[in-house]
């Protein structure tokens, strides 16, 4: 009753405060990811347990205070969201933001070409790794670069989402045949490509990056939905879920064997695995009934899991309290290692990180290394268990992690606003949002899932300024070449 009463206030607050269509026109991305942190740490857990037959205390060990650090940091949430919009110096780095996005000319429309070669480099880099490990092996500078451009798959989706971020009235004609078929063909290669490397957020991502534009499209009243057209998307996602959620299970089946064959084999290896339904159905029996000391079942849909997930604060929180003193100086010496290792690597020497400590942090998780310290147990290294930044946070820095939180928030609100302007659709007045904003819509909506403050903080670097960089570059070289 605790837990719930918990998430239900928590969900309340929230969803009281930032769900006003004036916070959605002036401060359409934060609001997005204020939102973000009612459903994925609050309603979310209430209301999808409950569709599976489960109440919100299902699994968790801490449930109390896995909701009530919830509850904690969506009021930090709050409180920065508050600041932000009364801080006229947040407001000016949000429009300094924009002019340097104008000068990158990010704002820009895209062409159909233009989307199309960008997909197909976003395709490339998704598979580059896996499906090509003789080249991405020579080199690791090259390998992680050709990776930054992952988010570039997305893209086409974005296309499709073209009154979001085109200046084109709402009553201009725009092939939606051109598009929808763009759309549909890079989801299935997305799906080959994410079988491929064994990741189910390739083809999860872009789905929410375009049911979530769909929405805002809705809220700015740039589309109208039918509701024959609700209908048939809601049959569509009823009858498509259990065939994602056994490919997903497929997935972790064969996911033991993804370092030691080749791509071409893990993706017919999966889709064997696909048609075995006995073994699907043994698996989420063993997940179900394996009381493991680091076990982070809770929703057993992979898609709705994505959006709420309370057994990672659960775990998280679980070990954290587990921790001796010296424990939880190197957690926050770890923590420290973690976000100078965001760094670009020729900077490293400058704040004395080496290459090989970089290498090493980035070889497990936050999650890791809380286990090990917590359990001692030498195999907890390289596990990529998912942590939290609640219990991370309490682990590392005790509850000054929500002062860290706060300071995270703040600086992040006015960035992801940058990435919108206030224009007008014919008569409709909406934001233009920008094309890397909407690649980025799912990982801002769950930027409440991250493993460390300190990852919260490293946003300004990662996620913030590398998609607009690689972006502009690409944007700039096919607009040379166009023009040439």
């Not at 993706?267 to 029996?285: G, H, V, W």
Request: proline letters at 4%.
């Amino acid at each position: 009753m605790i837990s719930a009463f918990l998430a239900a206030s928590g969900s309340f607050l929230v969803f009281f405060d930032a769900v006003r269509s004036q916070r959605f026109y002036c401060y359409p991305l934060s609001t997005i990811v204020v939102i973000g942190f009612g459903i994925t740490l609050q309603l979310g857990p209430l209301l999808f347990t409950a569709l599976e037959g489960h109440p919100i205390i299902y699994n968790l060990s801490v449930p109390v205070a896995t909701f009530g650090h919830s509850v904690l940091s969506s009021l930090i949430c709050l409180l920065a969201h508050a600041i932000y919009r009364r801080s006229k110096w947040l407001l000016y780095v949000r429009k300094r933001a924009q002019g340097i996005f104008h000068q990158l000319q990010v704002f820009r429309p895209l062409s159909t070409n233009e989307v199309l070669i960008m997909g197909l480099l976003g395709l490339f880099s998704l598979g580059f790794r896996q499906w090509l490990p003789a080249i991405a092996g020579a080199s690791i500078v090259l390998t992680k670069f050709i990776q930054g451009f992952q988010f570039f798959s997305i893209i086409p989706i974005a296309f499709f989402l073209k009154y979001l971020w085109s200046q084109e009235p709402v009553t201009s004609s725009i092939s939606f045949r051109k598009s929808l078929l763009i759309l549909l063909v890079f989801m299935a290669l997305i799906v080959l490509v994410g079988l491929g490397r064994n990741s189910r957020s390739a083809f999860v991502v872009p789905l929410a990056c375009l049911f979530l534009g769909l929405g805002l499209e809705w809220i700015y009243g740039l589309i109208k939905l039918r509701l024959a057209s609700v209908l048939a998307i809601g049959l569509a996602f009823v009858l498509i879920l259990p065939i994602v959620t056994d490919l997903a299970t497929a997935m972790i089946l064969v996911r033991d064997q993804r370092r030691n064959i080749s791509a071409a084999e893990l993706l017919t290896y999966t889709l064997d695995s696909f048609q075995n339904k006995d073994a699907l159905a043994e698996k989420r029996f063993i997940d179900r009934s394996t009381g493991a000391d680091w076990d982070e079942t809770y929703i057993s849909n992979i898609f709705l899991a994505r959006f709420a997930n309370a057994k990672y604060p659960d775990n998280s929180l679980e070990n954290a309290a587990r921790l001796s003193s010296a424990a939880r100086d190197e957690m926050a010496s770890y923590q420290g290692l973690m976000l100078l290792s965001t760094l670009p690597t020729p900077l490293l020497s400058l704040v004395g990180v080496s290459a090989s400590e970089k290498l090493e942090i980035n070889s497990y998780s936050v999650g890791d290394k809380l286990y090990h310290l917590a359990s001692g147990s030498p195999y907890a290294l390289g596990g990529f268990r998912v942590g939290h930044f609640s219990g991370t946070g309490m682990a590392g820095y005790g509850f000054a992690y929500l002062g860290l939180l706060l300071v995270a928030m703040v600086l992040i609100f006015p960035l992801v606003d940058s990435h919108a302007l206030t224009t007008v659709h014919g008569s409709v007045l909406s934001p233009q949002i920008s094309v890397v904003a909407i690649t980025q819509l799912f990982a801002w909506l769950t930027i409440s899932n991250t493993g460390s403050v300190v990852l919260l903080l490293a946003f300004i670097l990662r996620g913030f300024i590398q998609p607009v960089l690689l972006f502009a570059l690409v944007h700039w070289l096919l607009f040379r070449i166009r023009v040439s």
